[in-house]
């Protein structure tokens, strides 16, 4: 008795998929919304792949652990560490390789009489060598207002003979 009242005053009681609610209207809507979740998508990932900070780590053993922001200078013993520029650069490993990646510009000052003043440029995994102190590169991170972490060890110098 319902459905005759329903079918009379043109009423029908069927589920209508959401994407067909009508011929066009329903699949634009559809196509708007897919759209917009796709760029939003897109955004996100830009948003946060944005805020990366390019790091290499090459994970040493001993010494001791320092970590210097770019522009500041770290004290180990009479060893003074300036991290004087972070870049990304074309540079040799130690295998003869050609590689791309972060370089970490150090200066190294050791207080003395003479007093000794050097700049090295290093990537991570390198060790450097000056006067009783063997410093190595452990990792960069960032370039602009980066850092680097250093393992430092006081090593032994050989008498001259």
Same mark, same amino acid.
């Given at each position: 008795?319902?459905? &005759? ?12 998929? !959401?994407?067909? /609610? ?6 634009? $809507?559809? +196509?708007?919304? !897919? ?8 955004? &996100?990932?830009? $948003? ?18 320092? #970590?210097?922001? #770019?522009? =500041?200078?770290? @004290? ?8 004087? =520029? ?11 390789? +050609?590689? #791309?990646? /972060?370089? &970490? ?7 003395? =009489? ?5 700049? $090295?440029?290093?990537?991570?995994? #390198? ?16 370039? @602009? +207002? ?13 008498? &001259?003979?």
């Amino acid at each position: 008795m319902e459905n &005759a009242a329903n079918k009379k005053i043109g009423i029908i009681n069927r589920t209508v998929p !959401f994407i067909f /609610l009508s011929q066009t209207g329903g699949v634009i $809507f559809m +196509k708007y919304v !897919f759209l917009s979740a796709l760029f939003f998508a897109a955004g &996100a990932v830009l $948003f946060f792949a944005g805020g990366c900070v390019p790091v290499e780590k090459v994970p040493g053993s001993g010494g001791e652990v320092i #970590q210097i922001k #770019q522009g =500041n200078v770290g @004290t180990f013993h009479e060893l003074r560490l300036g991290v004087t =520029n972070i870049i990304k650069a074309d540079y040799v490993d130690e295998a003869g390789a +050609k590689k #791309q990646g /972060l370089i &970490a510009v150090l200066t190294l000052f050791i207080d003395g =009489n003479p007093p000794q003043e050097k700049d $090295f440029k290093v990537h991570a995994g #390198q060790k450097i060598i000056m006067d009783k102190y063997s410093v190595y590169l452990e990792e960069i991170r960032g370039t @602009t +207002k980066g850092l680097v972490t250093l393992r430092i060890e006081e090593i032994s110098k050989s008498p &001259a003979r």
